[in-house]
Each structure stands twice: as C-alpha cells, then as structure tokens.
C-alpha cells in the first residue's frame, strides 16, 4: 500500500476503537470484578492490569502509556513509556486506570470501573503519577465560566450566576479527603450542596455533563493526575470546561516531570492542554454505578456495561455485552 492510500491515525483509530477498545476495558473489569467484596485492593488492581495489558499489545498499534497509574502506592500498574500492541499500526497515546476506585472494588461498593483512553501519538498529557489540582463544569456555559485560580466562593457565583439560579441551587463534587476540609467549608459558606465520594473522580468529573440526571454541576479538589487526563479525553467528547494543573511540589517530582517535558511546573492546563487530537475513552463498569452497570456473572453469561465516548465525532455509545465464552477472560 502507498503511503497515498495508508488511512491516517485518526481512521485508524476510529476502525480499532469501537469493538475493539471495548474489549480492553471488558477484560480488565470482568478480571477485577471476579474479586470484588474480597478486601484486596492489590489483587483486584492487578487482576485489572494483566487482563488490560494482554488485550492492548493484541491491538494493530504502537503505543506507549503516557499516562500510567499506581506509583504513588507501589500497585501493580502500567508503566508510564511502556509500549503496548503488536506495533504494526499507528502511534498512540494511551492513558489508563485499569481498576478506578480499588477500595470501591474491594469492597464491593458503587462506581469502580475500567477506564482508558487513547489518542494520536503526542496529544495527550505526558505527566509523571502526580496529584492534580482540577475544576470542571459540565457544556453550555460561556467561556472562562469558573477558573482553577479564582476561590471556590467565586467560581460557585460565577457558576450560579451563568446558570441563573442562585447558589443554594449549585451542587459540587468533592473528594473525600482530609485536604478538603477548607475546600467544603467554603463551598458551604455560599450555600452550595457538597456531595462527597471516596474515590472514582473520572466519573466524577463526567457528572457534571449531565446534571438533570447526577445532580452536579461542578468538580472542585486535588486528584490523581491520570484521573484527569482520562476525565479530560471524556469531556472533550461530551462538552464542558476543565483545567488542571500539577502538584509538583518536592525536587523528585520536579525532576521527573521535567524528563517528560514539563518545563513549567506551575502551567495550567486547559482542556485541550490534557488532551487534544481525535481522543477515544472506553469505561466498563465492575461495581454498579451512576455511568455504567457492573459486571453481572450468570451461569452461562458474562454481562458488561461499557461506555465509549469520541472526541471526533462528539458520539458516546453505549455497550451492553452478553458474553457466553468465557474461556475468553481468562489470562493465557
């Protein structure tokens, strides 16, 4: 084939990212799901991992994990400049979070998933597995509506006053942490709702697209940076605003981020900043959630929920699977 004829990255991507990313997430959840309720977040994350790293490097691809998970924690993970697939097709960037919510998981709670995305080859984030400032609002708002700089009572007016409505009519996501102490007790001083999750910020952040059905309309807080990235791939294909920027704060993280080509540790990044390009994320459920159902084993049927959402094409897709080989899932 002549270079004339070759479909670029984005055809590519648009052929491979349909059934076929399904499949990734399908595995690495139905891995993790076999150990819900069983209280090891390790396991479950690994099980998620193998499954999620067997089916990638199947793939026509050649791509590397720009965005990896599991440092802080020393979990199992995909590694950031790993290259996964058979290497016969395009360049991509893969960002992943192959058990999102592992303590949701381990405890057989609502809202774990399986989530990745993938991209043209440079354009996604390439960051080390750092914490991140974020905020993010759902589409249909005016430009520059809230920022990551301005307070959380001046975002929560802004946002109010674009939405009219007052405050009181305003709910946020917030993390459940210690940190956020200050950061709930100022959205309360507006009169705002804060509704608290203990983990699962990527679905979070997806929420406040579709606010008649979760209630939310802004995410405010510090999170994992591939949560971010992997939020970010999502909004640029459903709509709405996103900035974040990256807590670089001891040498050792400096260092490593600078390797990866961060010249400025205090940048801000916009949506586009985290990812830009045709971006393709796939979310399988593990546990039953607000997004997508968890993996239900029947006697003779595997049944997944997956969600796929495109940035090109501003489609998401919705994916139920009844799978009846189960020879499928397990590793080989």
């Known amino acids: 084939m002549s270079d004339a004829k070759k479909p670029g990255p984005s055809q590519v991507i648009e052929r491979i990212l349909t059934l076929e990313l399904v499949r990734v997430t399908e595995r690495a959840a139905v891995a993790a799901a076999r150990l819900r309720g069983q209280g090891n977040e390790k396991a479950a994350d690994q099980a998620a991992v193998d499954a999620m790293r067997r089916e990638l490097n199947r793939l026509p691809i050649d791509g590397t994990v720009v965005i990896g998970e599991g440092e802080r924690d020393e979990a199992p993970m995909l590694f950031i400049g790993e290259t996964l697939g058979n290497g016969s097709g395009p360049k991509v960037d893969i960002a992943v979070d192959p058990l999102e919510g592992t303590t949701l998981c381990a405890k057989d709670m609502p809202g774990s998933v399986a ?21 993010a609002i759902g589409p249909g708002y005016p430009a520059g509506t809230v920022h990551l700089d301005a307070s959380p009572e001046e ?48 679905a979070g952040v997806i929420f406040t697209t579709m606010p008649e059905e979760t209630g939310i309309d802004i995410y405010l807080g510090i999170g994992a940076a591939p949560e971010g990235v992997l939020a970010a791939g999502a909004l640029r294909c459903i709509g ?23 010249a400025d540790p205090n940048r801000l990044y916009s949506l586009e900043d985290l990812a830009r390009g045709d971006v393709v994320v796939a979310m399988t459920g593990v546990t039953d959630g607000a997004l997508v159902k968890g993996v239900k084993f029947g006697r003779s049927t595997i049944r997944t929920e997956t969600v796929v959402y495109r940035s090109h094409t501003g489609t998401v897709r919705r994916i139920e699977a009844e799978h009846r080989d189960f020879d499928k899932f397990h590793l080989k």
Do not use: C, F, W
């Open 115 to 135: 989530v990745m995305a993938m991209a043209e080859g440079g354009t996604l984030l390439a960051a080390p597995d750092v914490y991140m400032h974020k905020i």
């Open 155 to 202: 975002n929560i007016h802004a946002l109010a006053k674009a939405k009219g409505v007052p405050p009181s009519e305003i709910t946020a996501l917030v993390l459940d942490r210690p940190r956020h102490t200050d950061l709930i007790a100022a959205i309360r001083r507006t009169g705002a709702g804060v509704r608290l999750i203990s983990d699962g910020d990527v």
């Open 240 to 262: 709405g605003q996103m900035q974040g920027r990256l807590i670089l704060d001891t040498e050792e993280k400096r260092d490593r981020a600078a390797k990866m080509g961060v």
